[in-house]
């Protein structure tokens, strides 16, 4: 009978990677061009957690607002603006109008700060954080709260809500600085978030998804969150149509940056073919996710402009989730 | 085994070189780059889906390097031409290929060709000597060498129009090579049966056919064409025998031949004699190039047209000066093959020394006794110095009696040669005085006349000019001096014709013909039945060659089938 397990040794950590593309730079990334065109878009989701600050989202609350909710009978204490004359006429009893209160809504963004989005040319992480800083700008401009996550193995807590249109240049400095970490522990990092008990809102993935523990993983870790989701997945052509990258044929050695060993394979049609299928499998389970539990799912193409792609998303003006 | 293109070391040395640049391709091959992708996860999950197996892993790049490696020796060995070595022979092979005009029909001599590079691979290499016909047999192959050269040096060969010289050679003893050792010899033959037909084997010596060319039974052919003085008596005009035959001798009708002049063809007066030949009337000589063809032609082509250039006999255009001596005046005058002009016209002149007319002419000076010798020769700047008593003779000056003259004169006779810048001839005019009686001799006019035809440099009178026969000059016929271009060139008075076409002599250009009655009729002629061409022994093709091309090949579509399978590294 064993008595100790023996402790699974510990893989070796990454020997740093040469050649990493480094972030954009504020200057880069807080174009006011393209914040401007982002003006006007919002975000909705179908209804925010009360408890907020009074902002635009609708919420279960009931209190001061513009939408009339319901009628209940006066008891000491009640505005007397509320009470409504028209029903003491008619019943004799007082009764005052209630009323759907705004709130905030919170939006947690989960940057994906792992080597993967740093190895290619042009790096992912450059999508990543124009689509970041765009829909923080958006939600901030609509008075909701944002708060920022990145994670690579593990998940760290840049700040979990700041609102105000004036904090979007704090959210560009924190994007500015995000150069790459080690691996991808997207499923990891959504548990730790799940464990955070933070106000419903909104979540919002910001990742390639390339996770070592698979994307039924990370399905299961984004069905644990209490919030609304809205998946945005940075690609590339050749994720899905390999034989568009110059350098995927005869013996290569692929490296993500987040391994030590490189996988060293033969590109053969065949090989060709059962990448297509895992890749087509992958992309599957994302979307059969976000079909089932309602959430968004973008694809951000990281060789193409993401204002124009954001605009495609936007559509007429507003994402409701 | 032995191999044509290289010898055996340099073969094994090339293979090994081979071997170790594809086994360098194969390990820069197997340095795999680097890329860096953010799916490299996915890839490696695709690629663990069906793993290879451990042996074929481990073994994988081996045995494409051996594949590689088996396809690039094959190819080196197709490359290096092997053959498998002929046994030893006890007797001598002599292998003569007769290109000459028997083998101009159809694919007569690719096939004749064929087959002797068939039975020289066939024979023991020590033991055999390939010869070429030619006016001297020619060695293709001596005795051990290479039959890839072989290949190489029959790949000019073009069949000769003319005679087989086959029987001259064997008479001649040209056909020596291996056979000097005294071994028995078997002359292989490869040419039209005609060319074989006077030899016959003898105890040490036995003819064998290797191939001979098949027969056009429908063949007809020009068997003569020359020229003679035209019997109207015009002397700017020659007269043209012409004959053709058909394959059972008799004479082709004259509507079934075409005629031409310098490539145009012309309507002739034609005049058929009684036996069949044909004469063409009043032709102009004027030097061109008169040709005649079968209107329709044949599957044997050598002897279907026959050309010939015409005697040139337009007049020489002459200037006499004042002084020239009345005796010469009279005889340019009363010759038809003179014309006189002015000076300015003239090819030639007469004038006294010292008389300023036509200095730039070939010049007949008339000089005084004692100035110089009584006959001085000046020739061209480009021309050799000529033989001086052949020049006496062409000029007919070995008929004057230069005993009379010397008496007459009081002076030692005597002749030079002198370089120039033209052709010139200064005689004392003692020569042409009345009273001395040269001018009135007979041959008088000859000398007047060959004198100025060798100055102006009047074409030669040649009749007819025929392939494989020596060159026939008449022009001491009709009052012309030998002509120099054929003199120089002639071997004891001979100036063979090797082959049909035009042969340039110097700066004179000769048509030759075929026209051989002989040719013309063999060409018809079945081959006896007691003449058996011994069929080829082996492959006529190289199987080896095609073999290791092909096995290349397979193995190639293998490496090709297995990389798209991915089963190849």
Redesign the interface.
């Known amino acids: 009978m064993m008595l100790f397990r023996r402790r699974p040794r510990v893989a070796a950590a990454p020997a740093a990677v040469s050649g990493l593309a480094d972030p954009l730079t504020f200057e880069a990334l807080f174009d006011p061009t393209f914040l401007a065109a982002l003006r006007p878009f919002s975000l909705r989701i179908s209804r925010a957690q009360k408890g907020g600050r009074l902002a635009e989202q609708r919420t279960n609350a009931r209190g001061q607002g513009a939408e009339f909710a319901d009628f209940k009978p006066y008891v000491a204490g009640d505005d007397l603006r509320a009470i409504d004359w028209n029903v003491y006429r008619r019943l004799g009893r007082l009764f005052v109008r209630v009323f759907e209160e705004s709130q905030d809504m919170p939006v947690y963004f989960l940057l994906d700060r792992s080597r993967s989005l740093f190895v290619e040319r042009p790096p992912r992480i450059h999508a990543a954080q124009e689509a970041t800083l765009a829909l923080a700008a958006v939600a901030l401009d609509q008075h909701d709260s944002v708060g920022l996550f990145p994670f690579s193995d593990t998940l760290e807590i840049e700040f979990r809500a700041v609102s105000g249109k004036g904090n979007l240049a704090r959210v560009a400095h924190s994007l500015a600085g995000y150069s790459a970490l080690q691996g991808t522990g997207l499923a990891a990092a959504l548990a730790h978030l799940a464990g955070l008990r933070l106000r419903q809102g909104l979540v919002i993935v910001v990742s390639d998804f390339f996770d070592e523990a698979g994307i039924e993983s990370v399905v299961r870790g984004l069905e644990q969150l209490p919030h609304r989701l809205l998946l945005v997945q940075i690609v590339k052509a050749y994720d899905a149509d390999p034989e568009r990258h110059p350098d995927l044929s005869g013996d290569i050695l692929l490296e993500d940056g987040e391994h030590a060993q490189p996988t060293s394979v033969t590109i053969t049609p065949d090989l060709m073919a059962r990448y297509k299928a895992a890749y087509r499998r992958f992309t599957d389970a994302l979307s059969e996710f976000a079909r089932t539990r309602g959430a968004g799912l973008v694809q951000i193409d990281a060789d193409k402009p993401v204002r124009d792609q954001l605009s495609a998303l936007f559509g007429d003006g507003a994402v409701k989730l | 085994m032995s191999f044509l293109s290289l010898p055996l070391w340099a073969v094994i040395a090339g293979a090994v070189c081979l071997a170790a640049l594809l086994f360098g391709l194969q390990v820069l ?2 340095r ?16 663990r ?2 793993p290879l197996r451990v042996f074929r892993q481990r073994f994988q790049r081996w045995l494409a390097y051996l594949l590689i490696l088996a396809i690039g020796l094959l190819l080196w060995a197709a490359g290096a031409r092997p053959e498998i070595t002929p046994g030893r022979d006890a007797v001598d092979h002599i292998f003569y290929l007769d290109a000459s005009a028997g083998l101009t029909g159809r694919d007569d001599l690719a096939q004749a060709r064929r087959a002797l590079m068939a039975d020289v691979r066939n024979t023991d290499p020590a033991r055999r000597t390939v010869y070429l016909d030619g006016p001297v047999a020619a060695p293709l192959l001596q005795p051990g060498e290479n039959p890839a050269l072989l290949s190489r040096r029959l790949d000019g060969v073009r069949a000769r129009l003319a005679p087989s010289s086959f029987a001259h050679a064997v008479a001649n003893q040209e056909l020596t090579g291996a056979s000097a050792s005294g071994r028995p010899t078997v002359v292989h033959y490869y040419g039209a049966w005609s060319g074989a037909r006077d030899v016959t084997s003898t105890a040490g010596q036995r003819l064998v056919y290797g191939y001979l060319a098949r027969p056009t039974l429908d063949n007809r052919g020009v068997v003569a064409l020359g020229a003679s003085p035209a019997a109207s008596g015009d002397a700017g005009r020659a007269d043209i025998l012409v004959e053709a035959i058909g394959a059972d001798g008799r004479p082709v009708p004259t509507d079934a031949l075409r005629f031409s002049r310098d490539g145009r063809d012309v309507v002739v007066d034609i005049l058929a004699r009684p036996d069949g030949k044909l004469i063409v009337r009043d032709a102009v000589a004027d030097g061109g190039l008169f040709a005649v063809r079968l209107a329709r032609s044949d599957a044997f082509p050598a002897d279907d047209q026959a050309s010939l250039r015409l005697p040139d006999r337009r007049p020489v255009r002459v200037a006499l000066s004042s002084g020239a001596p009345a005796a010469v005046a009279r005889a340019v005058r009363l010759n038809p093959a003179f014309a006189v002009t002015a000076p300015k016209d003239a090819q030639v002149v007469v004038r006294r020394a010292g008389e300023r007319f036509g200095e730039d002419r070939p010049a007949l000076v008339v000089t005084q006794a004692g100035e110089q010798s009584a006959f001085v020769f000046t020739y061209g700047a480009d021309e050799a110095e000529p033989d001086l008593s052949a020049a006496l003779a062409s000029l007919g000056i070995s008929a004057v009696e230069t005993q009379t003259l010397a008496r007459t004169t009081r002076r030692e006779v005597s002749a030079e040669t002198r370089p120039g810048q033209q052709r010139g001839v200064a005689v004392w005019s003692a020569l042409f005085d009345e009273r001395g009686g040269f001018p009135a001799a007979s041959e008088f006019p000859v000398f007047v006349s060959r004198t100025l035809s060798w100055l102006a440099d009047t074409p030669p009178w040649i009749p007819y000019a025929q392939a494989g026969t020596d060159l026939t000059d008449q022009s001491d016929l009709y009052g012309l001096a030998a002509d120099r271009r054929i003199a120089d060139r002639a071997l004891n008075g001979d100036l063979f014709l090797d082959q049909a076409g035009e042969a340039r002599i110097g700066d004179l250009r000769v048509a030759v013909s075929l026209t051989d009655r002989t040719l013309t009729l063999d060409a018809a002629r079945a081959v006896p039945a007691d003449v058996i061409v011994t069929p080829v022994q082996g492959p006529t093709v190289d199987l080896l060659f095609i073999l290791l091309v092909v096995i290349a090949g397979l193995l190639l579509l293998l490496e090709w089938r297995l ?4 089963a190849m ?1």
Do not use: D, P
């Not at chain 2, 780059?33 to 690629?47: E, S």
């Not at chain 2, 990389?563 to 991915?566: A, F, I, L, P």
């Open positions: 091959k197997a795999q780059k680097h890329v860096r992708i953010a799916a490299a996860g996915l890839w490696a999950q695709a690629a889906v069906t990389q798209q399978r991915g590294a």
